[in-house]
């Protein structure tokens, strides 16, 4: 499935921003793509996705804030994260393979993870 490599968590504050990278090495491309997070003692929810189409969906409490896109050159995703809250604080994981069939909001339905990066917003 190729190496899926998450970077760019941080510390930030309230208000601040950052932005993540997800690279993926071999012979594998990401013609699509998603960003979910998991924060200490909950499940792991839906960010954001991109699909080979370049048509986008966001969870609710980040649109407005991130952006998801994609350098099918580099074989990279990204997340370009505004206005944090401490509330987006979790390990965000990328995911670079999706299941034929479900929705993409949903994130049962990706596969091929990192192993994260954490993003952790100070109020």
């Known amino acids: 499935q190729g190496q899926v490599v998450e970077s760019g968590g941080g510390l930030v504050q309230a208000g601040g921003s950052l932005r993540l990278s997800c690279a993926r090495s071999g012979f594998f491309t990401m013609n699509s793509g998603a960003w979910c997070r998991q924060a200490p003692g909950q499940e792991r929810e839906f960010v954001a996705a991109?699909?080979?189409?370049?048509?986008?969906d966001y969870a609710d409490s980040v649109k407005g804030r991130f952006t998801i896109s994609r350098d099918s050159a580099r074989n990279t995703l990204y997340l370009e994260m505004n206005s944090l809250k401490p509330e987006d604080t979790a390990r965000y994981y990328c995911?670079?393979?999706?299941?034929?069939?479900?929705?993409?909001?949903?994130?049962?339905?990706?596969?091929?993870w990192g192993q994260g990066t954490q993003v952790t917003v100070s109020s």
């Open positions: 995911a670079a393979d999706r299941r034929a069939f479900g929705s993409a909001t949903r994130s049962s339905v990706w596969i091929s």
């Open positions: 991109i699909m080979s189409s370049d048509s986008t």
